[in-house]
């Protein structure tokens, strides 16, 4: 079975970093792009950031980009997401997702983990 | 970066009832659209790629259609675990946004 278990949420200072992690496990990982897409309490989803199975190729939202890194470790059939300069806008819950191999749209979500941005 | 523009926001409708929910793209996507479901606390479920293929293990009242700029997602007859909010999301080109869901309610 295709299974996505992020972690790495907390609660974070502002202007503080985090990395947080989604290990897949049911296929084979490094055949399949994947994406990070938020949450905030209330609000409608936002994706943020996509990776290519190789990792040679990243996407971003174009509101993010700077803050935003999108890694994965294909041995490791772990995603990463790294966060620098945390605001109080990046409160959400984040959920990693698996694309599908031909058309792009987001056949497997993780349940995903929470960011809290206070002081 | 392509806009999606989803509505109505909000809907309330009743058991049995056939509800629409439509999307439209800044510009041509082809059938590049999928629909999601999500209920509280739980994460999003694809309901319908490329426009109008119904995911695997999805009941068939949730249908869906269109191409290029204009879409929409139809639900024949509701179902009491049916209420959720549902968004449309592009993967044409990046960034892959999303429309602003549709929260359908209970009349």
């Known amino acids: 079975e295709v299974h996505l278990v992020e972690s790495g949420g907390g609660l974070v200072q502002p202007g503080g970093s985090l990395r947080l992690s989604c290990a897949a496990s049911g296929f084979t990982f490094s055949s399949y792009a994947m994406s990070w897409v938020r949450q905030a309490p209330g609000k409608g989803l936002e994706w943020v950031s996509a990776?290519?199975?190789?990792?040679?190729?990243?996407y971003f939202a174009d509101s993010l980009k700077g803050r935003f890194t999108i890694s994965r470790d294909n041995s490791k059939n772990t995603l990463y997401l790294h966060i620098n300069s945390l605001r109080a806008e990046d409160t959400a819950v984040y959920h990693c997702?698996?694309?599908?191999?031909?058309?792009?749209?987001?056949?497997?979500w993780g349940k995903g983990t929470t960011v809290t941005v206070s002081s | 970066a392509i806009q999606l523009t989803q509505y109505p926001s909000s809907l309330s409708a009743s058991v049995g009832d056939r509800v629409t929910i439509a999307c439209r793209a800044s510009q041509d996507i082809n059938n590049d659209l999928a629909w999601y479901q999500q209920k509280p606390g739980t994460a999003p479920k694809v309901l319908i790629h490329d426009a109008s293929s119904l995911e695997s293990g999805v009941p068939s009242r949730f249908s869906g259609s269109g191409s290029g700029t204009d879409f929409t997602l139809t639900i024949s007859s509701l179902q009491p675990e049916d209420f959720a909010t549902y968004y449309c999301?592009?993967?044409?080109?990046?960034?892959?946004?999303f429309g602003q869901g549709t929260r359908l309610e209970i009349k």
């Open positions: 999301q592009q993967f044409n080109s990046y960034p892959l946004d």
């Open positions: 997702a698996k694309s599908h191999m031909y058309s792009y749209y987001m056949d497997v």
């Open positions: 990776i290519s199975g190789s990792g040679s190729s990243t």
